[in-house]
């Protein structure tokens, strides 16, 4: 267990180097990984920046609140992946919903839906 003998800074710096799905994998590792993660915004952080590419109005709107940036990841990683699916079109051709693939919905607010409309309209 690397995280054992290497200083914290370290270890941060290899955790920082895995996508979103390891970096959560590796909280259930042991309890030394999960503390170190945890206790980590900064990791998180850059996770968030990449969601905030699609989700600015979100991720912006949930940092003022002070929420974490772990929270902000989870509250808005998956809305991030299906609002961009939607305004680069990839759903541009379903004619019902029974077309859709099974995780394109998410709860998404108005003002989203228009500019997932305002996208398919200039199309």
């Not at 710096?13 to 996508?19: E, Y």
């Not at 952080?45 to 949930?62: I, K, L, P, S």
């Amino acid at each position: 267990n690397f995280a054992e003998y290497f200083p914290p800074e370290l270890s941060l710096k290899i955790f920082s180097k895995l996508d979103i799905k390891s970096l959560c994998s590796a909280t259930g590792t042991c309890k030394l990984w999960n503390h170190i993660i945890e206790s980590s915004d900064r990791l998180w952080r850059n996770h968030c920046m990449t969601v905030r590419a699609t989700c600015q109005r979100e991720v912006d709107g949930d940092r003022g609140v002070g929420f974490s940036w772990k929270v902000i990841l989870e509250r808005n990683y998956r809305k991030g992946y299906v609002k961009k699916a939607w305004l680069c079109g990839s759903y541009s051709n379903i004619h019902s919903s029974d077309e859709l693939p099974e995780k394109s919905m998410y709860p998404l607010d108005a003002e989203t839906w228009g500019e997932i409309l305002e996208a398919e309209l200039e199309r």
